[in-house]
């Protein structure tokens, strides 16, 4: 019996949803770079959960049920309150709040699929709600209802920060919510699969999903990216800092990625959109030290930037504290765990792995007296 260790190379299941081919990302056969240039992200919840675009009909009724899906239990909010919120890590929050969100749905364990796709929409619906009343809750503000009339993105931030965001803040947050949308089998979707493959609820799938994102391996690079960014402060200390990192041969976040070897397809749109929105707030530092950061390390070593890197200076443009970077990546992941869940569902096998045993051979009991 071999072992790959993490399981990397191996093809665990097929899916319609996306594929990493030659490093081109598509979403059912739509390349990145088309949809994150022309697609909204209500768009492209309907492609991965119908495999094909909708109509102009079928979107205007997807927007309205998110629309109309969106508000939180009462009782989510006064959870909220009811712990020491400061001192909770936000993807902890979002987690229980999650699974919480089962308890107050009647039909959270009816397994027919037009009851999984309306518990698709609510949960794709509230998970913005969550993270936003989170932040504000914790800051001592009271969570901004939804606006049914908003999009996806539009009302995200305007839960977040009470205003009405600019078209350019609009067209960045659609932009990273359609490129983190879905990635293929990583952690958190095989996570998924393999819990709702037992044929448990689409909210455990979920909830266990956003644990294994939760992990430092896995979601929080952009976190780590905005941290180093701080640190180094100004564009003149650069080059020490990195040059002192690479010469000590320390990791330099938001670089390189497991599965593309040229170049992850996906960093460039947030590149541009970093230049765009610090230029608009006037702290075009935080691009122009990316920039240099980027020339400093791909001139050593062969690894490009991935969607971590830029991603970073785009949510601390729109105003999004550090720490809820990685619950962002999960509202635009729900998408792809709920695609994934839906796609196991349909053609379900129990996941059962087996594991090499190297621990001691045959023992015999011995007494406690005797030990």
Same mark, same amino acid.
């Given at each position: 019996m071999?072992?790959?260790?993490g399981?990397?190379?191996?093809?665990?299941t097929?899916?319609s949803?996306?594929?990493?081919?030659?490093?081109?990302?598509?979403?059912?056969?739509?390349?990145?770079?088309?949809?994150?240039e @022309? #697609?909204?992200?209500?768009?492209?919840?309907?492609?991965?959960?119908?495999?094909?675009?909708?109509?102009?009909? $079928?979107?205007?009724?997807?927007?309205?049920?998110?629309?109309?899906? #969106?508000?939180?239990? @009462?009782?989510?909010?006064?959870?909220?309150?009811?712990?020491p919120?400061?001192?909770?890590?936000?993807?902890?929050?979002?987690?229980?709040?999650?699974?919480?969100?089962?308890?107050?749905d009647? $039909?959270?364990? *009816?397994?027919?699929?037009?009851?999984?796709?309306?518990?698709a929409?609510?949960?794709?619906?509230?998970?913005?709600?969550? *993270?936003t009343?989170?932040?504000?809750?914790?800051?001592?503000?009271?969570?901004?209802?939804?606006?049914?009339?908003?999009?996806?993105?539009? @009302?995200?931030?305007?839960?977040?920060?009470?205003?009405?965001?600019?078209? *350019?803040?609009?067209?960045a947050?659609?932009?990273?919510l359609?490129?983190? #949308?879905?990635?293929?089998?990583?952690?958190s979707?095989?996570?998924?699969?393999?819990?709702v493959?037992?044929?448990?609820?689409?909210?455990?799938?979920?909830?266990?999903?956003?644990?294994?994102?939760k992990?430092?391996?896995?979601?929080?690079?952009?976190e780590?990216?905005?941290?180093?960014?701080? $640190?180094?402060?100004?564009?003149?200390?650069?080059?020490?800092?990195? @040059?002192?990192?690479?010469?000590?041969? $320390?990791?330099?976040?938001?670089?390189?990625?497991?599965v593309?070897?040229?170049?992850?397809?996906?960093?460039?749109?947030?590149? !541009?959109?970093?230049?765009?929105?610090?230029?608009?707030?006037?702290?075009p530092?935080?691009?122009?030290?990316?920039?240099?950061?980027?020339?400093?390390?791909?001139?050593?070593?062969?690894?490009?930037?991935?969607?971590?890197?830029?991603?970073?200076?785009?949510?601390?443009?729109?105003?999004?504290?550090?720490?809820?970077?990685t619950?962002?990546?999960?509202?635009?992941?729900?998408?792809?765990?709920?695609?994934?869940?839906?796609?196991?569902?349909?053609?379900?096998?129990?996941?059962?792995?087996?594991? !090499?045993?190297?621990?001691?051979?045959?023992?015999?009991?011995?007494?406690?007296?005797?030990?």
């Open positions: 071999s072992v790959t260790k399981l990397e190379g191996i093809v665990a097929s899916s949803i996306s594929s990493i081919i030659d490093d081109t990302l598509t979403y059912v056969g739509y390349d990145i770079d088309d949809l994150a @022309n #697609a909204s992200f209500e768009e492209v919840i309907f492609l991965l959960w119908n495999l094909r675009l909708p109509n102009h009909l $079928e979107l205007e009724d997807l927007k309205n049920q998110l629309a109309a899906n #969106a508000a939180l239990p @009462n009782e989510i909010i006064e959870y909220f309150k009811m712990y919120i400061e001192k909770v890590h936000p993807m902890g929050a979002l987690r229980t709040a999650v699974s919480m969100l089962g308890l107050y009647e $039909e959270a364990d *009816v397994m027919d699929d037009q009851a999984n796709l309306r518990k929409i609510r949960l794709q619906a509230k998970i913005p709600a969550i *993270v009343a989170f932040s504000r809750i914790r800051k001592g503000l009271e969570p901004i209802a939804p606006r049914k009339d908003f999009g996806y993105a539009q @009302n995200f931030l305007y839960m977040l920060n009470g205003n009405e965001p600019s078209q *350019v803040e609009i067209e947050f659609n932009k990273a359609v490129l983190h #949308a879905d990635h293929e089998l990583n952690a979707t095989f996570t998924a699969r393999v819990c493959a037992t044929l448990s609820d689409m909210y455990s799938g979920v909830t266990a999903a956003i644990g294994a994102l992990g430092p391996l896995h979601g929080g690079a952009n780590a990216v905005m941290k180093m960014l701080k $640190e180094i402060d100004t564009l003149e200390n650069v080059e020490a800092y990195i @040059n002192n990192k690479l010469d000590n041969k $320390e990791k330099i976040m938001g670089f390189g990625h497991r593309y070897r040229k170049g992850d397809p996906r960093a460039k749109h947030l590149r !541009e959109m970093s230049k765009r929105l610090t230029d608009m707030n006037g702290e530092k935080w691009y122009e030290m990316s920039t240099k950061i980027e020339e400093l390390v791909t001139s050593r070593k062969p690894l490009p930037p991935n969607v971590d890197f830029y991603s970073a200076s785009v949510y601390h443009s729109l105003g999004i504290d550090h720490d809820l970077f619950p962002i990546f999960a509202v635009s992941r729900m998408s792809g765990w709920i695609a994934h869940i839906l796609e196991q569902y349909e053609n379900n096998r129990l996941i059962r792995p087996r594991a !090499e045993y190297v621990g001691p051979g045959m023992q015999k009991y011995v007494p406690i007296e005797e030990r």
